[in-house]
């Protein structure tokens, strides 16, 4: 069965600090990869995402994510945060069939 | 336009008591799901329909029932509510797409249902 771990379960930062959220997954086919952010109160918003191409992929406000295939791994990082980052971070992964595979969340903490 | 709403957005309910929750999506997509979101914040899938029909039922209990009466709809109907019912339902819709291709990209997710079983 497909899993995705996210190892990082909280994470406080102060505001210009950069992130990097580790996200893992266990599956040997073609994927298409996720991260997926919601702010509190709030419904799940795509980040960016992997589909094929350029293992960098770069999505809103400032955030990229870099495929790697050897190590089935797919990184969120952010140069600066900011304290309107302060949302929870779901990596998720999409191999064949419809079935999306989600990590267990990174919740993020800016400090001002 | 709301590409993927939700009703009601808050049900607070007694145990024991029948309740449905409704999902519309307005992507033209043919699949569409519900999750269980706790108060850990893990999302859990429940179920998955592609063009009306069941593709994963996980394991929830038999209580639980999706309905869909188009590829537009999908409903949640909760029989004998429990206190551990009590959480956030998400429904989210997609196009069915192989991996690594533009299409069977991202989900797109409604506001969600807090329920509160009492």
């Known amino acids: 069965a497909q899993s995705v771990s996210q190892h990082n379960h909280h994470v406080i930062l102060s505001e210009a600090a950069s992130l990097e959220l580790g996200c893992n997954y266990s599956y040997g086919g073609t994927v298409n990869l996720f991260w997926y952010v919601q702010y509190p109160g709030q419904h799940l918003q795509l980040l960016l995402k992997y589909f094929s191409g350029d293992p960098l992929v770069k999505g809103i406000k400032g955030f990229e994510a870099e495929f790697i295939k050897s190590k089935f791994s797919f990184n969120l990082r952010k140069p600066s945060v900011q304290w309107s980052d302060t949302a929870e971070y779901f990596c998720?992964?999409?191999?064949?069939?419809?079935?999306?595979?989600f990590g267990t969340g990174t919740s993020l903490t800016v400090i001002p | 336009d709301t590409a993927v709403s939700q009703t009601p957005k808050y049900l607070v309910t007694q145990m024991g008591n029948d309740k449905s929750i409704k999902c519309e999506q307005n992507?033209?997509?043919?699949?569409m799901y519900w999750y269980k979101q706790d108060s850990k914040k893990f999302l859990k899938i429940m179920f998955s329909?592609?063009?009306?029909?069941?593709?994963i039922n996980e394991t929830v209990p038999n209580r639980f029932s999706p309905k869909s009466p188009d590829k537009a709809h999908l409903n949640l109907h909760i029989n004998s509510l429990e206190l551990g019912d009590s959480a956030v339902y998400f429904c989210?819709?997609?196009?069915?797409?192989?991996?690594?291709?533009?299409?069977?990209?991202?989900?797109?997710f409604g506001p969600g249902t807090r329920l509160t079983v009492l």
């Open positions: 998720a992964v999409k191999g064949t069939g419809n079935q999306f595979y």
């Open positions: 329909y592609n063009n009306k029909e069941l593709i």
């Open positions: 989210a819709s997609s196009q069915f797409g192989l991996a690594g291709g533009r299409l069977g990209n991202e989900q797109f």
């Open positions: 992507l033209g997509h043919d699949t």
